[in-house]
């Protein structure tokens, strides 16, 4: 710790002789009515205009709610204790400071910011925190569900641009819950392999298939500090069933976006909003024409549900206008005319 | 996992059968345009009034500090992960959230609005996170430093009322760095042995006397997130030298503050807003007759440095009525008239 401190105090930039002059802003005296615009400028003296942009409205918000709220030390206190315990029960294969993003809307209003769709083109959902970077590539038609319990269905997608033209090429990855509900990752016995998630790459007509099962509802992780919010909220913790889906290929806008099974209870009221109408799809079963063509076997007593869908993906030079376009809408309906847009972003204009 | 799902789904509350009708506002298609009237919606299902408050002031900020700066989803992971890695840096003695409070100016915000100061009273400065509730109750003259290389210091205080009536009985929590700048907590070996703090109670005539060592500035903790946050705004990480005090006795306003030492080279750039002009106290040097009154040696080569310091305590009736008054200034400013106190908290009137 005094090793800490010396090298602090060496760099020069942080420490400072008694009497030497500090190049920062004198701030002494701070009260309720001038704390704002003095943090505001003592964050402001690095070269990073879009971080200086992001503190300012950040440190603006915080002080306004707490102004409105007339916020009380104990009310304080229980909300710093409440992030630190989001922290705490973080790890590799949980993120709760993602859930709790889910659950505030915060997660679906990024996802609609910052990957605008045009009218044609498949719509996103929210990543939520269960995705992972180790799922195995499968070959189209194979099986990415370990769980005997669960309904076998038989997904056939395709995936093509706003044009109706095939995108072959396309880094697909795929994950869904088991049937009790649960991702691999929840199941503490998971160890590294990777269960009810894979990776697949669309074909030379933009097509890909696998088998999986049918998705259940489930309650998201309710047994940390935002599954408590909830409660205290009187709000469920309940998804509709789904499968989540992601797009990647260079120079495509990355497509995050999930399936919805229509007839769910919960179609409605998703805990974290992700629902979108033309995200819901209806089942079919697999007949015996079709099971022959993929080599399937329905002979199973429930048979096998079929899952069709065919996703459209937008180029990233579409995105990207469309993203502008709805930022510089979004800043003049927010009356912010002082900012521009850098690398697609706004910050102020320099004065 | 298998049996939490079960518990949920059998709750009743939170289970739902296939067509079963959810007790929940419909939430479908959310956009950036109608995300957050309906979390807000959602959020208000239940009977704490406080708390919807919160949460709908929380959710509208939230949502418009994405919306202004058209947050990219690299930034919000990279917002999440900054989370994750301040409570998981946070520990039984370090709380890496009050210190993004402090360094935000939230803390100084918070103190100010929760413990208004009429003017003859002593000001407030914020906790910080170092406090702790070991520290040994020690009596009058005693020594609560273990230091022997920090500068010894005699501090001679008063509790008085804001009519100038002493105030017995009240308990005072007293800690400062020693003399390398390090709180007993930030050095591994610690063991369970506090040092550099102590407890003291005022006596009839409403004073208390202590030994201590002259404060030294230090930087605060700046090897975690808040940290790696200053140095990417460019701001130093340093506060001046001061001594924390707290005041508590019942009905009389809890008084958290400190008094810093004049001339300390970031005396006017404290890292966490913390000083106020009258907090900054000037050191004598014990004279003989003071030395022999209080039965303290200053044979040492130094001397010993004399803090004088006479706070001045509000009462609980006082800091209530003054608080009330702000808040309903501070609101009608704001422009919130549909607001009401309860319990001394905002919440909006009932329609």
Redesign the interface.
Known sequence: ??N??KT??SSG????????T?N?????????DN??P??IR??S????AR?????S???T?????????????N??MAA??F??????I?SDVR????LL?DV????????????PKPPSSTEGSLLGPFHTHDAPTLASGEDMSDDPEGEPLLALCTVKDTKGNPVPGVKIDIWETDS???YDV???DRGGVPSGRCVMVSDSEGTFRFRAIRPVS??IP??GPVGKLLR???????RPAHMHFTFEKDQWDKLVTALYIR????????AV?G???SLVVDLDKVDGETAKKYGVDVGGEGGMWLLRYDFVLVSEEEAQEL?DR??IE??AK?G?THLKLVDH??VPEVD
Chains 1, 2 share one sequence.
């Open positions: 710790m005094a800490q401190q602090s105090a930039k942080e420490g400072a002789a008694e009497g030497q500090i920062a802003p004198s701030l002494l005296d701070l009260t309720s704390i704002t003095n943090t003592i964050n003296q690095g070269d990073n971080l200086i942009y992001l503190m409205r950040l440190v918000h915080l002080h306004d709610f707490a102004r409105e709220t007339r916020l009380s030390t009310e304080w710093l204790d992030l630190v315990r989001c922290g705490q973080s993120h709760e400071f993602i993003s505030l809307g915060l997660s679906l209003l990024v996802d609609s910011i910052d990957h009790s509900g649960h929840q199941h503490a489930y309650p309710h047994d205290l909220l009187g709000r469920h913790c309940w007839g769910d209870p919960y179609e409605s009221s998703d909003f629902v979108k109408k993203r709805n930022a979004a800043l927010l912010l972003l706004p």
